[in-house]
């Protein structure tokens, strides 16, 4: 069956590579079917068991290269593999990534320095993201984020980031929305302050659409994240009650 279908601009700036991904199941084999529209050309690619390429994300890098986020063995980790459109060639497992980042939904979003940055679930039920750098390799692991969904699983559903921050919507039961602080991760492990604050610590309080945000501490999840929890409900609609850990 096919399962997914991505697109990566060619380099004349004209034309695009359709990749057509196809499986029998879940983790493969996988047939990939590369269609490139400016040449015509039909390139096939299969792969043994084990990758699991349900629900890719992927996004085109400043090098104009398809970076894309599947699973891969042992134990359904986080795998990226680069697609470059100049040769028509898919490369699994290009980077080295942390054994504890899984789940079966993975964002991959470019981040606004031109990093990478992938996200999944940790092993202890958390969401968890790296930092990718495309050019030299170096993978970056932020370990586990926010508080954990045990007994459930945790998915990554969506993420997002800025100048600071990592956003991931951690899932499912219940739903939190957490923001982890790349500055202060820094400082905390080089103790250099990259955003020029002196050691501030980021605001008390903050509100996001509507949502009560309190400030305070919170045994269920580590320093640097911001957790937003949708809960209960009253007659003038939700509330969301959040909590600043380590502020």
């Known amino acids: 069956r096919r399962d997914a279908v991505l697109y990566c601009p060619n380099p004349d700036g004209k034309t695009w590579d359709v990749i057509l991904h196809?499986?029998?199941?879940?983790?493969?084999?996988?047939?990939?079917?590369?269609?490139?529209?400016?040449?015509?050309?039909?390139t096939e690619i299969e792969t043994d068991r084990y990758y699991n390429v349900h629900i890719p994300k992927s996004v085109v890098g400043p090098d104009g290269k398809l970076y894309i986020s599947i699973l891969g063995k042992p134990h359904i980790k986080v795998e990226i593999c680069v697609y470059d459109p100049a040769t028509n060639t898919l490369e699994l497992n290009a980077f080295d990534m942390p054994d504890d980042m899984r789940g079966e939904?993975?964002?991959?979003?470019?981040?606004?320095?031109?990093m990478l940055y992938a996200m999944g679930?940790?092993?202890?039920?958390?969401?968890?993201a790296c930092q990718v750098?495309?050019?030299?390799?170096?993978?970056?692991?932020y370990g586990p984020m926010g508080p954990s969904h045990k007994p459930q699983g945790c998915?990554?559903?969506y993420g997002g980031v800025d100048d600071r921050y990592i956003y991931i919507a951690s899932g499912k039961v219940p739903w939190y929305l957490v923001a982890y602080d790349r500055n202060r991760?820094?400082?905390?492990?080089?103790?250099?302050?990259?955003?020029?604050?002196?050691?501030?610590?980021?605001?008390?309080?903050?509100?996001?659409?509507?949502?009560?945000?309190?400030?305070?501490?919170?045994r269920r999840c580590p320093n640097r994240v911001l957790v937003v929890q949708r809960q209960g409900h009253s007659e003038k609609g939700r509330q969301g009650v959040a909590t600043v850990a380590g502020a």
């Open 155 to 157: 998915w990554a559903y």
């Open 121 to 128: 679930g940790h092993a202890d039920r958390s969401v968890t």
């Open 185 to 218: 991760h820094l400082r905390d492990t080089s103790g250099n302050d990259p955003a020029g604050r002196g050691g501030k610590r980021p605001p008390r309080a903050l509100r996001l659409h509507g949502c009560r945000i309190q400030s305070g501490g919170d």
């Open 22 to 42: 196809y499986a029998p199941q879940y983790g493969g084999p996988n047939s990939f079917r590369i269609c490139d529209m400016g040449t015509g050309e039909v």
């Open 105 to 114: 939904t993975h964002p991959l979003v470019l981040g606004w320095d031109g």
């Open 133 to 141: 750098d495309w050019r030299t390799g170096r993978v970056t692991f």
